[in-house]
């Protein structure tokens, strides 16, 4: 069992940066595949970053390439992601999700855990 929780969304203005957090407790962080996803209103669920166990490998959608950065502390256990020249259309709840094993890429339909999430707005 694993507890994720997110942690640094908010009010940004278009170009600007925020860094969100997942704090992961209850299991060995680095068994697992990491993501983040995120859901705008009225819209499903879609993926937006991954990192794999030791953080050797990584994956990114293409609206995010060269402006969001995904990471990994294992030793505090938590997953980072650093998101640059924000734009309004990145506006939604992003959630922080964990897979146990090596299967790469992951997606969203094999993420075992999944936090609360945390909200993201970006104002024009």
């Known amino acids: 069992q694993v507890q994720l929780v997110e942690s640094g969304g908010g009010l940004v203005q278009a170009g600007g940066s925020l860094r969100l957090s997942c704090a992961a407790s209850?299991?060995?962080?680095?068994?697992?595949?990491m993501g983040w996803f995120r859901q705008a209103p009225g819209k499903e669920r879609d993926f937006v970053a991954a990192i794999s166990r030791a953080g050797s490998m990584t994956d990114y959608t293409e609206s995010v390439k060269g402006r969001f950065t995904i990471s990994r502390d294992n030793a505090k256990n938590t997953v980072y992601l650093q998101m640059n020249s924000l734009k309004p259309e990145d506006t939604a709840v992003y959630y922080c999700a964990a897979m146990y094993g090596s299967t790469w890429p992951i997606n969203l339909r094999g993420m075992d855990y999944w936090g609360k999430g945390t909200l993201v707005t970006v104002a024009s």
């Open positions: 209850g299991s060995t962080f680095s068994r697992y595949g």
